[in-house]
């Protein structure tokens, strides 16, 4: 099954090096999940003051700067693995090097049918 991992954390949390050394970690656990046969994907986001979210409303598209809500934590970057349970994937989120600081939310993923392959 595939399970979504969310990474929400406070964006000023970390210092640039802290970030860096943050993706070099998170790398090196996705080539681990990849020989292990569980990673799919995963990249972190740009900062959340480059989002824009888009709302249609009377079938008008409505976009407003910024994330859909303000919170502390915001939605920082997934990874998107193949696991047997949400035991293995509860056992690879912790992994995640920002769980150290931040939230990592698991979601299953649904799958539908007729979605276009995904490329490689």
Known sequence: MRYMLL????????????RQQCYADSTQLAHRLR??????????LQSVSTATSVRVRDGKPLLI????????????GYFLIDAKDLDEAIRIAA?????RFGTVE???????RGLPEQQV
């Open 7 to 18: 990474i929400y954390q406070d964006e000023q949390v970390l210092s640039e090096a802290e």
């Open 35 to 44: 020989q292990d046969g569980s990673y799919v994907a995963a990249n972190p």
């Open 65 to 76: 700067d910024g994330p859909f809500a303000e919170t502390r934590e915001q939605l920082g």
């Open 95 to 99: 992994q995640i090097p920002a769980a």
């Open 106 to 112: 698991i979601r299953p993923v649904v799958e539908l």
